[in-house]
């Protein structure tokens, strides 16, 4: 079965320091990859997604990056945090055309 | 680009039903999708309609109507468990959803 691990669950980073969060997916091959961003009360914005290795396509231009090394691998990464870099960011996985995502548990960043 | 609209709260009390509204616009559309969020939760896949019509699993249904961009959640039977976040998202590209705000749904004993 396929599952998807996202870590760490939470994290607190003070202001201009690096960021990386990682994502990985079991169970599948050539997965379409994701993350998005949820405000404290807010709907879901997407960042970034990937149709396979090395390609990414950003949704909204911002402080932050996206990086595939492999098949099943995400990586988001900032060089300098923000405090608007805030929130709860959410790793996601789909195949081909299939509408269904399957979300990972997230991560609560608080940027102090 | 893409906008949806859905109301931001939902009280409802324990066996009763409830409809989540969602109307949208959107440059090119392939489907509607609703998601359910617990707090602190990740989303889960509820439903999704590609074609107009009433699609039904289990306790929850979701219709869709394209030539209205308008869709709701139907969920019955309600239990206390279902007090959670509801997301409509549309698709108008390769698998990316553009998702609403989102309703939270309130099950009172």
């Known amino acids: 079965s396929q599952t998807i691990h996202q870590w760490p669950a939470t994290l607190v980073q003070p202001v201009g320091s690096p960021l990386s969060l990682e994502c990985t997916v079991e169970?599948?091959?050539?997965?379409?990859l994701y993350w998005y961003r949820q405000a404290a009360g807010r709907g879901l914005q997407l960042l970034f997604y990937?149709?396979?290795?090395?390609?990414i396509s950003s949704e909204v231009p911002q402080n932050l990056s996206a990086s595939r090394p492999q098949d099943r691998q995400f990586i988001l990464s900032s060089k300098k945090l923000l405090l608007s870099d805030s929130g709860f960011y959410l790793c996601?996985?789909?195949?081909?055309?299939?509408?269904?995502?399957?979300f990972g548990s997230g991560t609560q960043l608080s940027v102090l | 680009g893409q906008s949806l609209e859905q109301p931001s709260e939902v009280t409802a009390v324990e066996g009763a039903i409830v409809q989540i509204n969602c109307t949208y616009q959107?440059?090119?559309?392939?489907?509607l999708s609703w998601y359910q969020q617990h707090d602190g939760g990740a989303p889960t896949f509820l439903s999704y309609?590609?074609?107009?019509g009433l699609e039904e699993t289990g306790r929850f249904s979701s219709f869709l109507s394209r030539s209205d961009s308008y869709g709701y959640l139907l969920l019955q039977e309600l239990q206390m468990k279902d007090s959670a976040s509801y997301f409509c998202?549309?698709?108008?590209?390769?698998?990316?959803?553009?998702f609403g705000k989102g309703t939270m749904l309130l099950v009172s004993p």
């Open positions: 996601a996985w789909s195949v081909g055309s299939n509408e269904k995502l399957f």
């Open positions: 169970g599948t091959s050539n997965p379409n």
């Open positions: 990937s149709v396979g290795i090395g390609q």
């Open positions: 959107t440059s090119g559309f392939y489907g």
């Open positions: 309609n590609a074609l107009d």
């Open positions: 998202a549309v698709s108008s590209g390769y698998s990316t959803l553009t």
